[in-house]
């Protein structure tokens, strides 16, 4: 049924949503802890469809905060090879395609098909198979092990790609590999097998991390468009409500931990997000050892 404390409750979700989807800290890891403190009162088909589209506040933060870097197109109201030859400048406006930024959307559409595949295919598979603490919680540990030891070797090495345009296709392709790893096994968290994948690359930290917010665009809104269309429940006001609450909240600290991430990585490395991970997975094993 619900009540309208679940709209509080989505706060909560929110903000949990904000902080780990973009942090290399497993979003999982925190929300199946938060579910079994903190659950919604409202059907189990409801609150699966819940924490997929929740994610449209998140990656709409990355739309707004990188909007000049992923639109293509640039409006243009001046001639300037008219106003370079003295001539007066039509005023007439026109659109103007930046082939850099196409050619960044192809390579990440091309890192997104793996995961593509897998998922449409074998989605409710993958979520009955290894949807479970155990695997979240041993997913967290490695994952945070595999990010003090790629950081340890990366110790003194100069990253080759610091720019979007040193992405290549296979790069690209490879990064998609990596993510496939997150979305099979719960608890990997896309943006952290993303960002070691790029790491492992070449790229620098920077780069790795804002790769993997453009990544999460297309491969966020569509895991949300599936989940709404094959969604067979019924909607109310409160359930609206509780939706539009969790993704408001989620947009809203979003955009402060992107700024915080990029801010943190131009002067340290992740280092401190694999003992993170460690920490989290083993409070995660302590607790369903004994509930």
């Known amino acids: 049924m619900g ?7 989505s706060i909560i979700y929110g903000i949990v949503e904000g902080v780990t989807e973009w942090l290399p ?3 999982t890891g925190h929300l199946i802890l938060l579910e079994k403190w903190l659950s919604l009162e409202l059907s189990a088909e409801y609150f699966s469809m819940y924490l997929v589209v929740i994610q449209l506040g998140a990656i709409m933060a990355v739309v707004v905060t990188y909007w000049k870097s992923l639109c293509p197109f640039i409006w243009r109201t001046k001639d300037t090879r008219a106003m370079k030859s003295g001539a ?6 026109k659109i ?3 082939h850099n930024i196409l050619t960044m959307w ?8 793996p995961a593509a595949i897998v998922g449409v295919i074998f989605d409710d598979h993958i979520d009955r198979i290894f949807y479970n603490p155990w695997v979240v919680a041993a997913a967290l540990i490695v994952v945070g092990l595999i990010f003090i030891f790629v950081e340890k070797k990366l110790v003194g090495v100069n990253p080759v790609l610091t720019q ?3 992405i290549s296709w296979r790069v690209a392709f490879l990064i998609g590999v990596f993510q496939l790893i997150a979305a099979i096994f719960p608890g990997v968290s896309r943006s952290g097998a993303t960002i070691i994948g790029g790491l492992i690359l070449g790229m620098s930290r920077t780069l790795a991390a804002e790769f993997t917010f453009y990544l999460a665009v297309p491969v966020m809104f569509g895991a949300s468009f599936l989940k709404l269309v094959t969604y067979k429940g019924s909607w109310d006001l409160l359930g609206i409500m509780v939706l539009l609450t969790g993704m408001l909240v989620a947009f809203l600290v979003s955009l402060k931990i992107i700024e915080f991430l990029i801010n943190f990585i131009r002067k340290h490395d992740f280092t401190v997000f694999g003992y993170y991970r460690i920490a989290l997975g ?10």
């Open 106 to 113: 192809l390579k990440i559409l091309v890192a997104c098909v």
């Open 3 to 9: 009540s309208w404390w679940d709209v509080f409750r």
């Open 282 to 291: 083993l409070i995660v094993l302590l607790y369903f050892s004994f509930v």
């Open 88 to 93: 007066k400048a039509p005023n007439k406006r």
């Open 25 to 27: 800290v497993s979003s």
């Open 96 to 98: 103007v395609l930046d």
């Open 164 to 166: 979007m345009e040193d």
